[in-house]
């Protein structure tokens, strides 16, 4: 009897050694399991989230599709907020409201370019958005947030298969309080292909029925097009479950590290060299250039000496604009250093104020540019950008990133509403002493937000060679290409820009 009891609590011993041996399953967090707990209302949230990510991106780059698919999907992340007992935070109304804001811009400007910085603006928005839901982003850094990006970019490669795990658990339950769910997507999945065939079938038969639902959305139900549609639905529905799911990891870092401060010493050194150099270059741009006084090298003219050294100004203002931030953040704080960052950031301003001034001669002297625009544009952000910069050498605990990502948004907003191809145009028709041919064709390459400019122009002060069409035949000829491409628009497909210019265009032909 002895030797069994020894020998059972021997194998108990030997069991309990092996199962702390074992890797432990991590235990699951709260939004995890109510992941679970009402999976077939996450897994319709997710398969709303994928019809709006159908809406706003086959085939449509903008239009009233993409907004109103942001806007949904909006209310898709909100909705798993709340499956997940999550209020609604008063700042988060402000993200909502930027998101809104860069897709109503969308629908201003037919700028591509445009459209693919708004677009990445529009994520980051939304990933934003649901840091602040779910963590008190506050107490974060620059560092922590681009940190936790890249954990959720992992965390999303981690939870790539978990759509298929869950759903097999789902299965193997032997008792499902919430069936209904189950009933309702079995019979979304067998409606969907069945209304997909009959609107073939009955585009099939009526015309009129046809042309109104391609009006509405398109060639969406020929079956080449079914297959790119199925193929996004369900890129979406995993994109937005793999997001959500590792959201519901809650596995992203709570607070920022304490950054370690340098000796303050190593920068007060090379700074001080720089500011020197600085000061003296300084001094030559506001005595020779903004003042106009002084003897130029030989063969230089003002206009000359001023066009000359743009690029090299603008690329040693953007070194000294890091160079403050860095010295900010990784060196101790000292009243020296501190004077010193203030002096090259006024340094800086100046040396911006020269690039500025030089690049106001380049045009003049050879005409507007969409180029230049973002030249000016982007002088003028970093200018404001160094006022905050300044004042966070004098608070440390000041956020910056949040300082620098505002005045990028409200930069952002300002060049979308201004379009500027069509600033682009304006300007040049309206300095232009004569139109040439070439001149009126490269601005016809542009985008559509410059057919309500060149719609003003009189076609008939167009100067053409003798072997080319009149002004008159080729602006004609412009505006009918202008109409034929604004009337293949579909429903989904309306931007505002492109019915601008389909109106202008349509007067222009009337009245010609």
């Known amino acids: 009897m002895e030797e069994n009891l020894e020998n059972q609590q021997q194998q108990i011993i030997e069991e309990k050694n092996v199962q702390q041996e074992l890797p432990q399953k991590p235990k699951e967090t709260i939004y995890q399991q109510k992941i679970l707990q009402n999976y077939w209302r996450f897994v319709m949230t997710c398969i709303c989230f994928a019809f709006f990510y159908v809406l706003g991106t086959y085939k449509i780059d903008t239009g009233l599709g993409v907004f109103l698919s942001s806007l949904g999907e909006i209310a898709c992340c909100f909705a798993i907020l709340k499956q997940w007992d999550i209020t609604m935070k008063k700042n988060t109304l402000y993200y909502v409201i930027m998101i809104v804001l860069m897709n109503g811009l969308m629908l201003w400007t037919d700028q591509s370019f445009l459209h693919f910085w708004q677009k990445k603006i529009i994520l980051l928005l939304f990933i934003v958005m649901m840091f602040h839901q779910m963590y008190t982003d506050t107490a974060w850094g620059f560092k922590t947030y681009i940190y936790n990006l890249f954990l959720l970019l992992f965390g999303g490669i981690a939870s790539l298969f978990q759509p298929i795990e869950h759903f097999i658990q789902q299965m193997r339950k032997k008792e499902n309080q919430n069936q209904k769910w189950l009933y309702v997507i079995l019979g979304l999945g067998i409606a969907l292909p069945f209304t997909l065939v009959i609107i073939a079938m009955l585009m099939s038969a009526d015309s009129v029925f046809a042309n109104m639902i391609v009006k509405l959305v398109g060639n969406l139900f020929y079956p080449p097009n079914i297959i790119a549609i199925t193929f996004l639905f369900v890129l979406g529905y995993w994109i937005f479950y793999c997001f959500t799911a590792s959201l519901a990891r809650k596995e992203l ?134 006022v905050g910069v300044v004042y966070a050498i004098y608070h440390k605990q000041y956020r910056l990133y949040q300082y620098l990502f505002v005045v990028g948004f409200v930069f952002m907003t300002i060049l979308s509403a201004i379009k500027p191809e069509a600033f682009v145009a304006k300007y040049n028709l309206e300095h232009m002493k004569q139109y040439t041919t070439s001149d ?55 931007h505002i820009g492109i019915a601008q210019a389909e109106k202008s265009a349509k007067e222009y032909l009337k009245n010609h």
């Open 253 to 386: 870092s709570a607070t920022t590290k304490q950054t370690i401060q340098i000796e303050p010493i190593i920068a007060i050194t090379f700074t001080s060299v720089l500011l020197i150099v600085y000061l003296l270059f300084c001094g030559i741009q506001i005595w020779y250039l903004f003042i106009g006084k002084g003897n130029l090298p030989e063969g230089y003219t003002y206009s000359s000496y001023a066009r000359k050294g743009f690029f090299e100004l603008l690329f040693v203002s953007v070194i000294n604009f890091l160079m403050v931030i860095i010295c900010n953040w990784k060196f101790r704080k000292h009243n020296i250093l501190n004077m010193i960052l203030t002096a090259v950031s006024v340094c800086n301003v100046i040396m911006i104020a020269s690039s500025f001034y030089r690049m106001m001669l380049y045009v003049k002297a050879y005409h507007m540019t969409v180029l230049r625009v973002y030249v000016f544009w982007f002088l003028a952000l970093l200018a404001v950008s160094m």
């Open 440 to 494: 009126i064709r490269s601005i016809m390459f542009s985008s559509l937000d410059v057919v309500p400019e060149l719609a003003k122009i009189d076609a008939s002060k167009i100067v053409t060679e003798p072997d080319q069409p009149t002004g008159e035949e080729m602006m004609k000829n412009y505006f009918e290409k202008v109409m034929k491409e604004c009337e293949q628009k579909t429903v989904r497909a309306y």
